[in-house]
């Protein structure tokens, strides 16, 4: 294993161990926070990993962020089948203004966008029968948010931080719900449901854009009262997908990708397993957005619990990349434009929740690829030094069909499973070697 010398450490700022933090009322601790630019220069989201026990209100009041989108996933506290370990109700409240708030009620593992500048809160876990995994994700800097309130007779916005220790002392405006009365059932199941998700051997991703209304799917404590377009088309019941990746990544997985499952995402984001020692990915850059590398314990209620390598090289072209090794929780931010990968998992002896967040609605990638369009000269053909390809979510076709869009069903990922019993059988092999030379 290569040893990372003094010159090559440029991309270390960009590798942030997590810190176990208690966590606060009706959630379970520790807690694992990465706050930003705080913790890693540069970056440009903010992120949590919170499981909730118990019922409890959370944000009391409305507020904003000017500059940032944010997405709540809402998901079963049991990797990786976050369907058959939801049992919870989930009260939200959003909306382009104070006065047009509307009530979101969860019943199922859900991903929420909210817009910047949107009004939202309170967030209130009503029942919380089995642990839900909670994760904000804030797209911006830090979590700053705006508050709209009244201060001697006077409305006003306040900008309240992590470390305001006021935030208590103001009285909020009054804030309105426009469909909390009213509604005594709501039946609708939306534009498809999760037996649509990606799957089957026909490799199609399912028509049109649409993402999914959220949908009635257990006893409820209040009416479900049903939503506007605008809000709707930012609540998305999570597909669950059944692939055929192998054992190192069971299913079924959960995936928000983009906008190929809500219109007009600015993030795609995966919750996977990986079991067993792997290389994912070739070298390659992303151009549209910045790419957050999560690696956790697989348990979220128990984050810290890791025992595995994870080699990850990046840098500033394919072939000048330094490699770090992660023995620990880690959250690592890629820039855009900067080259990473192949990710090898080693020595994985407890499964590794893995995370790739991606801050476009469209992921892509750029990667080296063989010149097929060699050109003449002086009769001779001549290779040029470079070619570049784009793979995306919005080009990506099936190896088997290629009139039909890939699902990422994993009927071609076969190799991978070879490719990592060679190196586990290689890596023991080298093991057993050095144990008797000594």
Not at 187 to 216: I, Q, V
Not at 370 to 398: F, I, S, W
Request: hydrophobic share 35%.
């Amino acid at each position: 294993m290569e040893t990372v010398s003094e010159e090559k450490l440029k991309y270390a700022p960009m590798y942030f161990p997590f810190k176990p933090e208690p966590a606060g009322e009706g959630c379970m601790s520790p807690r694992l926070l990465m706050r930003g630019a705080e913790d890693i220069p540069g970056a440009q989201m903010v992120c949590g990993f919170i499981v909730v026990t118990d019922p409890v209100l959370m944000k009391e009041e409305p507020h904003y962020h000017a500059d940032a989108d944010e997405y709540l996933a809402i998901l079963g506290g049991t990797l990786p089948d976050v369907f058959a370990s939801w049992d919870a109700e989930v009260h939200f409240y959003m909306g382009p203004t104070l006065d047009k708030m509307e009530k979101i009620v969860i019943t199922e593992p859900t991903m929420v966008k909210v817009p910047r500048g949107w009004w939202h809160g309170p967030l209130n876990f009503v029942r919380v029968d089995k642990p839900i995994f909670f994760q904000p994700a804030i797209l911006g800097r830090s979590a700053d948010l705006i508050k709209m309130v009244e201060e001697n007779g006077k409305i006003k916005r306040v900008v309240i931080t992590e470390e305001d220790p006021a935030e208590k002392e103001y009285k909020s405006v009054p804030w309105t719900v426009i469909n909390e009365d009213g509604v005594t059932s709501y039946t609708d199941k939306g534009a498809y449901d999760d037996l649509k998700a990606p799957s089957g051997d026909d490799c199609l991703l399912m028509d049109g854009k649409e993402s999914k209304p959220y949908s009635d799917a257990a006893t409820l404590k209040a009416p479900k009262p049903p939503l506007s377009k605008e809000v709707s088309r930012k609540v998305l019941a999570m597909p669950r997908e059944i692939t055929g990746w192998g054992d190192w990544c069971p299913c079924p997985q959960t995936y928000f990708r983009g906008t190929i499952y809500m219109e007009e995402a600015t993030y795609d984001i995966g919750f996977q397993l990986y079991c067993g020692d792997v290389d994912a990915e070739v070298p390659h850059f992303h151009s549209s957005g910045e790419e957050y590398l999560f690696f956790m314990g697989p348990d979220p209620k128990n984050p810290m619990d890791f025992d595995a390598e994870i080699e990850l090289p990046m840098g500033d072209g394919p072939d000048n990349m330094e490699t770090q090794i992660i023995r620990s929780p880690t959250v690592v931010r890629v820039p855009p434009n900067t080259w990473h990968a192949p990710i090898r998992f080693r020595n994985v002896k407890k499964p590794v929740l893995f995370q790739a967040a991606y801050t476009a609605g469209n992921w892509g990638v750029i990667y080296r690829a063989k010149d097929r369009n060699p050109e003449e000269v002086d009769g001779t053909a001549h290779l040029r030094k470079q070619v570049y390809e784009y793979m995306g979510n919005d080009t990506r076709m099936c190896i088997y069909n290629e009139k039909k869009r890939c699902n990422i069903c994993g009927r071609c990922f076969k190799h991978l499973n070879k490719e990592a019993d060679e190196a586990r059988k290689k890596a023991e092999a080298e093991k057993k070697a050095a144990e008797e030379a000594n």
